[in-house]
């Protein structure tokens, strides 16, 4: 078992930046790791990116390159979402999820919602 919780939503001005964070608790592994998706009203959830502890691993959604960077704190057992450049299509409720060695998502946490004014 995995526990997620995330935290650092909230309503910004297109332009300005937020960090999300998701602390994880339980069961992980080294070649575990988390993944950041999102949810807009009336869309289908989609995936923005991931990083395994070890740091090995990291992908990033083409949408997002360039103005969204995750990272990871062992110490912590907390992985970060640092937004950038905000737009309001970034507008959506914010999902943290457990990747687990095969790539799988299985335990995900409450979500954080995230509003871009324009």
């Known amino acids: 078992q995995v526990q997620l919780v995330e935290s650092g939503g909230g309503l910004v001005q297109a332009g300005g930046s937020l960090r999300l964070s998701c602390a994880a608790s339980?069961?992980?592994?080294?070649?575990?790791?988390v993944g950041w998706f999102r949810q807009a009203p009336g869309k289908e959830r989609e995936f923005v990116a991931a990083?395994?502890?070890?740091?090995?691993?990291?992908a990033i959604a083409v949408s997002v390159k360039g103005r969204f960077t995750i990272s990871r704190d062992n110490a912590e057992n907390t992985v970060y979402l640092q937004m950038n450049s905000l737009k309001p299509e970034d507008t959506a409720v914010y999902y943290c999820?457990?990747?687990?060695?095969?790539?799988?998502?299985?335990?995900w946490g409450q979500g954080a919602q995230v509003t871009v004014s324009s």
């Open positions: 999820a457990h990747r687990d060695v095969g790539g799988r998502y299985d335990y």
């Open positions: 339980g069961r992980t592994f080294n070649n575990d790791g």
């Open positions: 990083i395994t502890w070890s740091g090995g691993y990291t």
